[in-house]
């Protein structure tokens, strides 16, 4: 068997490379898992901080991969990771905001103590709202890790946030969460009102002051929280989910779902991109120097030459199923994309 020599890629001319990116406020990518959501995102993030513009880019993927993807450690809370450029990153561990969440709002809380998120959407039993609402509602770590992300979204130090979401049945859970926790707050907020009521008629009877409505400023602040992210991602705007693909019918089929799912939620797909496309680089951008980089033999590797025509036709698929949204192609790279290096290269198939 014969050995293929690849040579790494060396050094990327920053000058070759598009800085800045064309895209709102808030960019997301979502899509199965593996298909190289991590790498868009800190591709997109880095091009976004090299023309000074402060950008966050932040995980909620429980499989954590930035700090492999920028190959420095990536802590939980926004940090900045380059001198030169204002990027910033996160990757969001849910227990642990779970667990930041617990007692937010006091012992003598609305909830009897619990974490406004943590009760309320049933943790480890179903929480006191369980018979209320019909049953255990979503995990409390994703509505945990949602609170967060709506934290840093609304963080005035960032002018851009780009998120690297779950896979996709997470991320649509997450998506679910603004809706449900609307009714759950509003039902709170009513009946705690409708109760306070009563016992202030009961006072009025017998006499002595109504202790101050306690809790319901919170809940309504977080209710606020919610309508503002639900807001946010609805408006094309401010916010491009870009779904992130690979050329082969299960992943057309995986995404086409996603497309259909986050369509019903009304939240707009500007941009899809399909990953590992067996082409050469020039095919997809003339801003870096594509001799360096090892493509696949399409005219004599029978292995290549079957591989492409799966890909072709997945391509032709997915050409008709997203048809008018904006599609950007990165090649199958020889090398395996971790580093500003490759990044920049990334970058620059996504401009």
């Given at each position: 068997m014969s050995q293929i020599d690849v040579e790494p890629v060396e050094r990327i001319d920053e000058a070759?490379?598009?800085?800045?990116?064309?895209?709102?406020?808030?960019?997301?990518?979502?899509?199965?898992?593996?298909?190289?959501?991590?790498?868009?995102?800190?591709?997109?993030?880095?091009?976004?901080?090299?023309?000074?513009?402060?950008?966050?880019?932040?995980?909620t993927d429980p499989a954590h991969?930035?700090?492999?993807?920028?190959?420095r450690d990536v802590p939980a809370e926004a940090t900045?990771?380059?001198?030169?450029?204002?990027?910033?990153?996160a990757e969001i561990d849910p227990d642990a905001a779970l667990e930041e969440q617990a007692g937010v709002f006091g012992d003598d809380g609305p909830l009897d103590g619990e974490s406004p998120l943590g009760g309320l959407l049933g943790g480890e039993d179903d929480g006191p709202m369980a018979s209320l609402l019909g049953g255990a509602m979503p995990g409390a770590d994703e509505a945990a890790a949602?609170?967060?992300?709506?934290?840093?979204?609304?963080?005035?130090?960032?002018?851009?946030?780009?998120?690297d979401t779950a896979p996709t049945g997470h991320t649509l859970r997450l998506l679910e969460l603004p809706e449900i926790m609307d009714t759950v707050v509003g039902r709170i907020v009513s009946l705690r009102q409708r109760l306070?009521?009563?016992?202030?008629?009961?006072?009025?009877?017998?006499?002595?002051?109504?202790?101050?409505?306690?809790?319901?400023?919170?809940?309504?602040?977080?209710?606020?929280?919610?309508?503002?992210?639900?807001?946010t991602l609805r408006d094309p705007s401010r916010t491009d989910f870009r779904v992130v693909?690979?050329?082969?019918?299960?992943?057309?089929?995986?995404?086409?779902?996603?497309?259909?799912?986050?369509?019903?939620f009304d939240i707009p797909v500007g941009t899809v991109v399909v990953n590992r496309v067996m082409?050469?680089?020039?095919?997809?951008?003339?801003?870096?120097?594509?001799?360096?980089?090892?493509?696949?033999?399409?005219?004599?590797?029978?292995?290549?030459?079957?591989?492409?025509?799966?890909?072709?036709?997945?391509?032709?698929?997915?050409?008709?199923?997203?048809?008018?949204?904006?599609?950007?192609?990165?090649p199958l790279f020889a090398d395996e994309v971790r580093g500003e290096e490759m990044l920049r290269v990334v970058a620059a198939c996504l401009d």
């Open positions: 070759d490379v598009p800085a800045g990116v064309e895209a709102p406020e808030y960019v997301l990518y979502g899509g199965k898992g593996g298909v190289g959501k991590t790498t868009m995102a800190a591709a997109t993030g880095l091009a976004s901080a090299r023309d000074g513009t402060r950008t966050l880019v932040v995980s991969s930035l700090s492999d993807t920028f190959e900045r990771i380059r001198e030169d450029v204002p990027l910033f990153a949602m609170q967060k992300l709506i934290e840093f979204l609304d963080d005035d130090r960032f002018d851009r946030v780009v998120v306070q009521g009563m016992m202030d008629g009961v006072k009025g009877v017998f006499g002595g002051e109504s202790a101050p409505e306690e809790g319901i400023d919170d809940l309504e602040a977080l209710k606020g929280q919610i309508e503002r992210l639900r807001t693909m690979i050329p082969e019918e299960m992943s057309v089929f995986e995404s086409k779902r996603l497309l259909s799912q986050l369509d019903e082409e050469n680089l020039a095919d997809v951008t003339d801003a870096v120097d594509s001799s360096q980089f090892v493509t696949p033999n399409l005219e004599t590797c029978e292995f290549c030459q079957q591989r492409w025509q799966v890909q072709q036709r997945a391509l032709q698929e997915a050409q008709d199923v997203f048809r008018g949204h904006d599609i950007k192609r990165v």
